[in-house]
Each structure stands twice: as structure tokens, then as C-alpha cells.
């Protein structure tokens, strides 16, 4: 069975950036949106952005602020979250899910999500 496996975690400064990827293991992720939340303890989920099947990109007020961006290199299987001017807010266990389908629609609801990793802001 397929699933989404997160990499790209660690340790990094505050101001320093970090790319996170998100593979498909043993499934095609074209064809479906791709998205990424972030939980950190005590706080809620939130959510960062979302890719759709074309490449349209939908980044949320929730997280990032402008300092994040989703990319898809189908070729790769790969999803990509860049983030850049990292602060210590950013750290969290980062996930990546995917939709029923193409569209990023409903997304945050119905995702079956990755195990996650880790991302510690820190100097």
C-alpha cells in the first residue's frame, strides 16, 4: 500500500531555510493535490499550503507568511515545501498529505496524511 513519506527536517538557525520533500512511496502522486500542515505541541494544526495536480499553488495565512512555497516535480514523485527566514514559531512536525483528487479543495479534511518530520528553529 502507498504512502507519503516526509523528509528534510533538522536543525536550523533562525533566518536560515530549510527544504522539505514529501514522496509518494509505492503510489503516483500525479494526478492529486498535495499539502502541507505543520502541529507543534500545544498549539492546534495548521495549515501551510496546498498544491494542486496543475502546480496551482494556495499558501494559508496559518502558517509561513509568505515565506513558504509548495512546488511538484512530478517527474521526482516529489512534493516540496521551501522555507526560508525561518524563527523559532516555525518549529514543529511537519506533514504532508494528499487529496482524493486534482483539486486542493476540502483538502485539510479528507487527506490521508504522512508520518511527518521534524523541524527545530534553534540557534
Known amino acids: 500500500q502507498g504512502q507519503l513519506v516526509e523528509s528534510g527536517g533538522g536543525l536550523v538557525q533562525p533566518g536560515g531555510s530549510l527544504r522539505l520533500s514529501c514522496e509518494g512511496s509505492?503510489?503516483?502522486?500525479?494526478?492529486?493535490?498535495i499539502a502541507w500542515v505543520r502541529e507543534a505541541p500545544g498549539k492546534a494544526r495548521e495549515r501551510i499550503s496546498c498544491?494542486?495536480?496543475?502546480?496551482?499553488?494556495?499558501n494559508y495565512a496559518d502558517a509561513g507568511e509568505g515565506r513558504f512555497t509548495i512546488s511538484r516535480d512530478d517527474a521526482k514523485n516529489t512534493v516540496f515545501l521551501q522555507m526560508n527566514k525561518m524563527n523559532a514559531g516555525d518549529t514543529a512536525v511537519y506533514y504532508c498529505?494528499?487529496?482524493?483528487?486534482?483539486?486542493?479543495?476540502?483538502?485539510?479534511?479528507?487527506?490521508?496524511w504522512g508520518k511527518g518530520t521534524q523541524v527545530t528553529v534553534s540557534p
Open positions: 509505492g503510489f503516483n502522486l500525479h494526478g492529486y493535490a
Open positions: 498544491i494542486n495536480s496543475r502546480g496551482g499553488a494556495t
Open positions: 498529505g494528499v487529496g482524493f483528487g486534482g483539486s486542493c479543495d476540502n483538502i485539510f479534511r479528507y487527506a490521508s
